[in-house]
């Protein structure tokens, strides 16, 4: 079950990258204009409708194939290197970026992600305290 809980880690990274990936993606695509509202609620509605589809899939490879709950994982890997390639085929190359160079603030990022950990783990774990959530 550990390799389970790290596939499901990887896809959750994947997905933390490419959604915000994806709308620079349509932003740069697009310029303001009606084709660029479309392009947005048609990615905006794809997220329900994958949703909703990518399980119920995903629970009928579980049910059918021999390989039991490996199986959607096989179809994402398939899926995925399609969507690569037509990506390297579709997209333009990017220009160089003429923005003046600046720094990352590396305390602040720390700091940030320590605290959103911190806020997920208190709210995953906050019931099994020795009061519940009235230890102090």
């Known amino acids: 079950s550990l390799t389970l809980d790290i596939l499901r880690g990887f896809q959750g990274i994947g997905a933390a990258a490419t959604i915000p990936a994806s709308l620079g993606i349509l932003a740069h695509a697009f310029p303001p204009s009606r084709a660029r509202s479309i392009a947005f609620s048609t ?13 119920a899939l995903g629970g009928v490879l579980t049910e ?5 709950w490996r199986s959607p994982f096989f179809l994402e890997t398939g899926l995925t290197v ?28 720390f700091m940030i992600t320590a605290g959103l950990v911190l806020i997920v783990f208190v709210l995953g774990q ?11």
Do not use: N, Y
């Open 64 to 68: 059918v194939t021999q390989k039991s």
């Open 82 to 109: 399609l969507c690569l390639i037509g990506g390297i085929i579709s997209f333009d190359p990017d220009l160089p970026s003429q923005e003046k160079d600046r720094r990352v603030d590396w305390p602040g990022a």
């Open 43 to 55: 990615f905006a509605a794809g997220a329900p409708v994958g949703a909703a589809f990518g399980m």
């Open 126 to 136: 906050g019931e099994i305290a020795p009061h519940g959530w009235k230890t102090p």
